[in-house]
């Protein structure tokens, strides 16, 4: 009772945070006017680059003649690695990604050099006069090669909890299974883009789409010989970005600013849409092997899996996608013993990177097929094992010896069940396909529990910068990029509600390298949570001297000023806010700070593979229907229920379209998205006329969104959730329910359905199951 | 180990320039000389030579819908036109949706619905409904969400898309 009331009466002090408001750039997207990179007014004298590529996928550079290249007609300079005074390096973590090829070649259209012309299509006329001859190699292509041919780009890795090999032996029942997970296009609607723009003393300022400004500015520097103070990179937005403007966008960042210093102009480069999706890196896939013990209720006794994955070329992000991987094996669900092993292997393809979910939803996807697997051997339906085998009290500790504190999936697992008339839907189900050869329904009810924090724990840290001006105006800048999530309005909301004035009073401001330094990605779904927190820190400390201020120069305790509604209330009167901004310049009060959060509780060892990698859990479940034709492989999706954890929402209008919008990707990734290489490792769907992205006729008919209604029991901003990635992998309730319907056609058999589940690979279950 | 044989990436013959072509376009109202080559883009020309860069650019092969532009009052994809293809034409971007400084009734409708995220395909699939209203073939969700799928949003934001839509039409 007592906290409820607490709860209504927070409610009714906050005004600005979890509310509904608009985008911020609403009126400027209908309107067309919201500035993208390439919509940026082009400076005087400016430059086109255009990359040029090697035609293997593998082996040694022979020779670049590129004498007809600098002949072409506009071409005003041509650069390959000699032309880099500093590193010929873009690589995140390890720096093995080479901005032009020297001499060995890892993948198919490597670049090789670059022609910077006056216009555009000069540049890329001139670019195909290259002679490039190269010895070609051998390769690997899949994961399957490198397997073969024990081609790694890291050393494998595994947590052990307990001894899952004697306890699968002590098991009741056992399972083995293989599932192959596709990979997927980020197809970020905006493409790669940078314009560098050079200054004064070497200086160089970059206007690219990347979720990770800082990390630009070093590589850039690095490249380019100079300090890093002497590079500013500045993002005001993306046309979507989905981790793949993280690592990816750095050799085109690079390309730009090292053309800039090169020619003293302002050169611009931006990725043919084909270009784009041959040569940036996508969602890694896998192929993962498992093996399950579980007793006759179907609870596991112990879970063995090996995670293989295609990493691509280079490292890049593949080790923390690996081990997300891993934190993810369990999903939602207890395993008493388990030995979770990823394979990270080197393959002669682009070098795969971060995509929302972080290898995280493959993980899951282990979890849930195992769990279908032990419902098929007992014949039991599948959400009654999922419910059986939950985290609950005593049964709480994660793989990795994290302890599952707030546990609310039982309680949410249950709702989503009443309303998505789970029972009553399965009986209905079963009669249709009974009386139903071509066409089976199934259906599939999945949690979600997707783990808070980078698991690389010095990445949590951010910084925010806040002004206040005369006119009681607020001027804010953070870390955070905005991609389309929202995290621009989040944060001006917490700034605003600090202050206690509206939204609009503070202007938000693109985020550069100027204003805040060393940040970190705006990635693992965490760029509200630690950004807000360092913006309110920002404020509350610029409040906190305008509260001391008023304190003496009303006269009144500090605990009597209030600030809401754009006024300030000092004890029994009040003032406009700026009113009382004007007051405190005059009394040379500083309305300037810089506010910082790192976030607290985590911690992590790899050499045990023990600790605390997250600060919190966010959960979800998601129930869908589809309908499959057995005999071609066309499948529907006709109803989905979600029931997901923001904590209390900061926005919920933005929460519930992040939702909506990670499912329609999600299912994107498990249906119609498929990656196809050739066997000389080139990209063969690269367009979207080959490769199927979901469109407004694949979204569900019924499609019910509701959030979970609780607030975060760690101390986040305003105790949201993060909720970029988890809504992702509320698709694979798609996946299973696929898998469901071809199950009908015979209830002894396990499906082998793969991922994606395009027609063919329907098709190919379906022949399975009935042979 | 190795086999070795030679991957050459032989220069490819470029043909000459042609020499450009003068086309009048009424764009947004207004009416536009230009003197363009013949292979230019209505997105480019719009985008480039007009700086009118709220058309914008996701393929260039007509796959996206980001580029959808409303030409004679029917929608087409810009980058898939030739700008010389189309003289003497209305051209209308979304740029010249407003009226007197009144939002378009989508404009307000994808407003209302926060039917966008990144915003990058939102004025083409404004435009893309613009047309399908004016076509006036769909009549129900099923049939918005059949017509509308040339255009893609990645951000998947579909579901306010087409409650803009419908919002739109009932007062269209
Ligand atoms: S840019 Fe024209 S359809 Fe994609
Ligand atoms: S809003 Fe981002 S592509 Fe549609």
Same mark, same amino acid.
């Given at each position: 009772?007592?906290?409820?009331?607490d709860r209504r009466s927070e409610e009714l002090r906050l005004r600005?945070?979890?509310?509904?408001?608009?985008?911020?750039?609403?009126?400027?997207?209908?309107?067309?006017?919201?500035?993208?990179?390439?919509?940026?007014?082009?400076?005087?004298?400016?430059?086109?680059?255009?990359?040029?590529?090697?035609?293997?996928?593998?082996?040694?550079?022979?020779?670049?003649?590129?004498?007809?290249?600098?002949?072409?007609?506009?071409?005003?300079?041509?650069?390959?690695?000699?032309?880099?005074?500093?590193?010929?390096?873009?690589?995140?973590?390890?720096?093995?990604?080479?901005?032009?090829?020297?001499?060995?070649?890892?993948?198919?259209?490597?670049?090789?050099?670059?022609?910077?012309?006056?216009?555009?299509?000069?540049?890329?006329?001139?670019?195909?006069?290259?002679?490039?001859?190269?010895?070609?190699?051998?390769?690997?292509?899949?994961?399957?090669?490198?397997?073969?041919?024990?081609?790694?780009?890291?050393?494998?890795?595994?947590?052990?909890?307990?001894?899952?090999?004697?306890?699968?032996?002590?098991?009741?029942?056992?399972?083995?299974?293989?599932?192959?997970?596709?990979?997927?296009?980020?197809?970020?609607?905006?493409?790669?883009?940078?314009?560098?723009?050079?200054?004064?003393?070497?200086?160089?300022?970059?206007?690219?789409?990347?979720?990770?400004?800082?990390?630009?500015?070093?590589?850039?520097?690095?490249?380019?010989?100079?300090?890093?103070?002497?590079?500013?990179?500045?993002?005001?937005?993306?046309?979507?970005?989905?981790?793949?403007?993280?690592?990816?966008?750095?050799?085109?960042?690079?390309?730009?600013?090292?053309?800039?210093?090169?020619?003293?102009?302002?050169?611009?480069?931006?990725?043919?849409?084909?270009?784009?999706?041959?040569?940036?890196?996508?969602?890694?896939?896998?192929?993962?092997?498992?093996?399950?013990?579980?007793?006759?209720?179907?609870?596991?006794?112990?879970?063995?899996?090996?995670?293989?994955?295609?990493?691509?070329?280079?490292?890049?992000?593949?080790?923390?996608?690996?081990?997300?991987?891993? *934190?993810?094996?369990?999903?939602?669900?207890?395993?008493?013993?388990?030995?979770? !092993?990823?394979?990270?292997?080197?393959?002669?393809?682009?070098?795969?990177?971060?995509?929302?979910?972080?290898?995280?939803?493959?993980?899951?996807?282990?979890?849930?097929?195992?769990?279908?697997?032990?419902?098929?051997?007992?014949?039991?339906?599948?959400?009654?094992?999922?419910?059986?085998?939950?985290?609950?009290?005593?049964?709480?500790?994660?793989?990795?010896?994290?302890?599952?504190?707030?546990?609310?999936?039982?309680?949410?697992?249950?709702?989503?069940?009443?309303?998505?008339?789970?029972?009553?839907?399965?009986?209905?189900?079963?009669?249709?396909?009974?009386?139903?050869?071509?066409?089976?329904?199934?259906?599939?009810?999945?949690?979600?529990?997707?783990?808070?924090? *980078?698991?690389? !724990?010095?990445?949590?840290?951010?910084?925010?910068?806040?002004?206040?001006?005369?006119?009681?105006s607020i001027h804010l800048n953070h870390g955070g990029t905005e991609?389309?999530?929202?995290?621009?309005?989040?944060?001006?909301?917490?700034?605003?509600?600090?202050?206690?004035?509206?939204?609009?009073?503070?202007?938000?401001?693109? !985020?550069?390298?100027?204003?805040?330094?060393?940040?970190?990605?705006?990635?693992?779904?965490?760029?509200?949570?630690?950004?807000?927190?360092?913006?309110?820190?920002?404020?509350?400390?610029?409040?906190?001297?305008?509260?001391?201020?008023?304190?003496?120069?009303?006269?009144?305790?500090?605990?009597?000023?209030?600030?809401?509604?754009?006024?300030?209330?000092?004890?029994?009167?009040?003032?406009?806010?700026?009113?009382?901004?004007?007051?405190?310049?005059?009394?040379?009060?500083?309305?300037?700070?810089?506010?910082?959060?790192?976030?607290?509780?985590?911690?992590?060892?790899?050499?045990?593979?023990?600790?605390?990698?997250?600060?919190?859990?966010?959960?979800?479940?998601?129930?869908?229907?589809?309908?499959?034709?057995?005999?071609?492989?066309?499948?529907?999706?006709?109803?989905?229920?979600?029931?997901?954890?923001?904590?209390?929402?900061?926005?919920?209008?933005?929460?519930?379209?992040?939702?909506?919008?990670?499912?329609?990707?999600?299912?994107?990734?498990?249906?119609?998205?498929?990656?196809? *290489?050739?066997?000389?490792?080139?990209?063969?769907?690269?367009?979207?006329?080959?490769?199927?992205?979901?469109?407004?006729?694949?979204?569900?008919?019924?499609?019910?969104?509701?959030?979970?209604?609780?607030?975060?029991?760690?101390?986040?901003?305003?105790?949201?959730?993060?909720?970029?990635?988890?809504?992702?992998?509320?698709?694979?309730?798609?996946?299973?329910?696929?898998?469901?319907?071809?199950?009908?056609?015979?209830?002894?058999?396990?499906?082998?359905?793969?991922?994606?589940?395009?027609?063919?690979?329907?098709?190919?279950?379906?022949?399975?199951?009935?042979? | 180990?190795?086999?070795?044989?030679?991957?050459?990436?032989?220069?490819?013959?470029?043909?000459?320039?042609?020499?450009?072509?003068?086309?009048?376009?009424?764009?947004?109202?207004?009416?536009?000389?230009?003197?363009?080559?013949?292979?230019?883009?209505?997105?480019?020309?719009?985008?480039?030579?007009?700086?009118?860069?709220?058309?914008?650019?996701?393929?260039?092969?007509?796959?996206?819908?980001?580029?959808?532009?409303?030409?004679?009052?029917?929608?087409?994809?810009?980058?898939?036109?030739?700008?010389?293809?189309?003289?003497?034409?209305?051209?209308?971007?979304?740029?010249?949706?407003?009226?007197?400084?009144?939002?378009?009734?989508?404009?307000?409708?994808?407003?209302?619905?926060?039917?966008?995220?990144?915003? =990058?395909?939102?004025?083409?699939?404004?435009?893309?409904?613009?047309?399908?209203?004016?076509?006036?073939?769909?009549?129900?969700?099923?049939?918005?969400?059949?017509?509308?799928?040339?255009?893609?949003?990645?951000?998947?934001? =579909?579901?306010?898309?087409?409650?803009?839509?419908?919002?739109?039409?009932?007062?269209?």
């Amino acid at each position: 009772m007592s906290l409820q009331l607490d709860r209504r009466s927070e409610e009714l002090r906050l005004r600005v945070v979890r509310r509904p408001l608009r985008h911020d750039s609403a009126a400027k997207h209908v309107a067309g006017s919201a500035t993208f990179v390439d919509d940026i007014r082009e400076p005087e004298g400016l430059l086109h680059i255009a990359a040029g590529g090697v035609p293997a996928a593998s082996g040694q550079l022979l020779g670049v003649d590129l004498a007809a290249v600098r002949a072409a007609p506009g071409v005003v300079a041509v650069l390959t690695a000699a032309d880099i005074p500093g590193k010929n390096d873009v690589g995140p973590v390890v720096h093995d990604d080479p901005v032009f090829v020297e001499s060995r070649i890892e993948f198919y259209g490597q670049v090789v050099f670059a022609v910077v012309a006056t216009t555009r299509e000069q540049a890329r006329r001139a670019a195909k006069l290259a002679k490039v001859a190269a010895a070609v190699g051998t390769h690997c292509v899949s994961v399957d090669d490198a397997l073969a041919a024990g081609s790694h780009i890291l050393p494998d890795c595994t947590f052990r909890k307990d001894d899952s090999a004697a306890a699968l032996a002590a098991s009741a029942h056992r399972v083995k299974g293989q599932l192959r997970i596709g990979g997927q296009e980020h197809f970020y609607l905006e493409g790669q883009v940078s314009l560098a723009i050079p200054g004064e003393d070497g200086d160089m300022l970059i206007h690219t789409s990347t979720q990770h400004p800082s990390e630009m500015q070093h590589l850039i520097a690095g490249m380019l010989k100079v300090p890093v103070s002497a590079v500013t990179v500045e993002v005001r937005r993306m046309g979507g970005a989905f981790g793949g403007k993280e690592t990816q966008a750095a050799q085109w960042a690079a390309l730009a600013a090292l053309a800039a210093q090169i020619t003293g102009r302002p050169c611009k480069i931006r990725l043919d849409r084909d270009d784009d999706m041959c040569l940036t890196g996508k969602r890694h896939d896998f192929l993962s092997d498992y093996e399950v013990g579980f007793d006759a209720e179907g609870r596991i006794q112990a879970l063995e899996t090996v995670m293989a994955s295609r990493c691509g070329y280079s490292a890049d992000l593949s080790g923390a996608i690996n081990d997300r991987a891993m *934190f993810h094996a369990d999903n939602a669900y207890f395993l008493p013993a388990a030995t979770i !092993t990823t394979k990270r292997m080197k393959t002669n393809t682009v070098s795969n990177t971060a995509f929302r979910g972080f290898g995280g939803p493959q993980g899951m996807m282990v979890a849930e097929r195992a769990i279908d697997e032990i419902a098929w051997a007992l014949k039991l339906d599948p959400l009654d094992v999922r419910k059986r085998n939950l985290y609950g009290e005593g049964r709480d500790i994660t793989p990795y010896g994290m302890l599952v504190e707030d546990n609310i999936l039982p309680a949410l697992l249950d709702r989503c069940e009443v309303t998505s008339d789970y029972r009553a839907r399965r009986r209905k189900i079963a009669a249709f396909n009974a009386q139903n050869g071509a066409l089976k329904r199934g259906m599939a009810l999945n949690p979600v529990k997707f783990g808070i924090s *980078f698991t690389t !724990t010095h990445l949590n840290q951010a910084g925010a910068l806040v002004h206040v001006y005369q006119d009681g105006s607020i001027h804010l800048n953070h870390g955070g990029t905005e991609m389309g999530q929202g995290i621009y309005i989040k944060v001006a909301q917490v700034v605003a509600e600090e202050f206690g004035v509206d939204a609009d009073r503070v202007k938000i401001l693109a !985020t550069s390298t100027a204003k805040v330094p060393n940040t970190s990605a705006t990635a693992a779904s965490s760029g509200s949570d630690i950004n807000g927190w360092a913006a309110k820190n920002a404020a509350g400390a610029i409040k906190e001297r305008l509260i001391n201020f008023a304190a003496g120069a009303y006269d009144v305790v500090p605990s009597q000023i209030e600030f809401r509604d754009n006024r300030v209330f000092i004890g029994n009167q009040s003032v406009p806010f700026a009113e009382l901004i004007r007051k405190a310049y005059l009394a040379r009060v500083s309305l300037s700070s810089t506010g910082f959060y790192k976030t607290p509780k985590i911690h992590w060892d790899p050499a045990t593979g023990k600790g605390r990698p997250f600060f919190y859990f966010a959960y979800g479940a998601a129930c869908s229907e589809v309908l499959v034709d057995v005999t071609t492989g066309e499948m529907k999706v006709q109803r989905v229920d979600i029931l997901h954890d923001v904590g209390r929402s900061l926005n919920p209008a933005v929460d519930i379209g992040q939702i909506e919008g990670g499912f329609v990707q999600g299912m994107g990734w498990l249906t119609t998205e498929e990656l196809v *290489f050739h066997a000389d490792g080139r990209l063969l769907t690269h367009a979207p006329s080959t490769y199927k992205i979901p469109c407004a006729s694949d979204v569900p008919e019924h499609f019910n969104i509701a959030l979970w209604d609780g607030a975060n029991r760690e101390d986040t901003i305003y105790r949201s959730k993060a909720v970029g990635e988890p809504p992702l992998m509320l698709a694979i309730s798609v996946f299973a329910a696929i898998a469901d319907a071809i199950h009908s056609l015979n209830p002894d058999k396990a499906v082998p359905l793969d991922a994606p589940a395009t027609p063919e690979s329907i098709l190919r279950a379906v022949q399975a199951v009935t042979s | 180990m190795a086999r070795t044989v030679r991957a050459v990436m032989e220069a490819e013959p470029t043909a000459p320039a042609p020499e450009k072509l003068t086309v009048t376009l009424v764009i947004n109202g207004r009416e536009t000389r230009l003197s363009v080559a013949p292979w230019t883009t209505l997105l480019d020309t719009l985008r480039d030579r007009l700086a009118l860069t709220g058309t914008k650019k996701g393929c260039d092969h007509g796959q996206c819908g980001a580029c959808t532009v409303l030409v004679d009052g029917r929608r087409i994809n810009s980058c898939l036109t030739l700008a010389v293809m189309k003289d003497g034409a209305q051209v209308t971007t979304i740029e010249g949706l407003a009226k007197d400084g009144a939002l378009h009734p989508l404009q307000q409708a994808f407003i209302d619905h926060d039917a966008f995220q990144c915003g =990058y395909c939102t004025p083409g699939q404004i435009c893309s409904a613009a047309g399908l209203i004016a076509e006036g073939k769909a009549k129900t969700v099923d049939e918005i969400r059949e017509l509308m799928s040339g255009n893609i949003c990645r951000c998947g934001a =579909y579901v306010n898309i087409v409650a803009a839509i419908q919002q739109a039409m009932g007062k269209a």
